[in-house]
Nanobody, 127 residues
Framework: QVQLVESGGGLVQAGGSLRISCAASGRTFSSYAMGWFRQGPGKEREFVAAIRWIGEITYYKYADSVKGRFTISRDNAKNTLYLQMNSLKPEDTAVYYC??????????????????WGQGTQVTVSS
């Protein structure tokens, strides 16, 4: 029932910035654990960032490779998840996927534990 649609990918020069979005529908957005993953050519899908609102606190988690450069956020009123990507590097080139899971705990950083996925949006960083 849950649908996730990513958008905002594209081509950007190294050092540039890009913001990608994930529009969610079908379930209560604010209660879900959500995250971003990426998969480059010939690579395994890897964790990028996660977010979860629990009580009055919003929890965040970032992969070491993107920490300090990427920012995950959400607009609950718009049922939209964002990933702001700054200081992009060629190694950031990948298809970026949005993921969601019903509330059952805290942050989720492993792909196998997410129930729903978007179709992905391509991000290409030129050198």
């Amino acid at each position: 029932q849950v649908q996730l649609v990513e958008s905002g990918g594209g081509l950007v020069q190294a050092g540039g910035s890009l913001r990608i979005s994930c529009a969610a529908s079908g379930r209560t957005f604010s209660s879900y654990a959500m995250g971003w993953f990426r998969q480059g050519p010939g690579k395994e899908r890897e964790f990028v960032a996660a977010i979860r609102w629990i009580g009055e606190i919003t929890y965040y988690k970032y992969a070491d490779s993107v920490k300090g450069r990427f920012t995950i956020s959400r607009d609950n009123a718009k049922n939209t998840l964002y990933l702001q990507m700054n200081s992009l590097k060629p190694e950031d080139t990948a298809v970026y996927y949005c993921a969601a899971s019903p509330p059952a705990g805290g942050l989720i950083t492993t792909a196998g534990k997410y129930d729903y996925w978007g179709q992905g949006t391509q991000v290409t960083v030129s050198s």
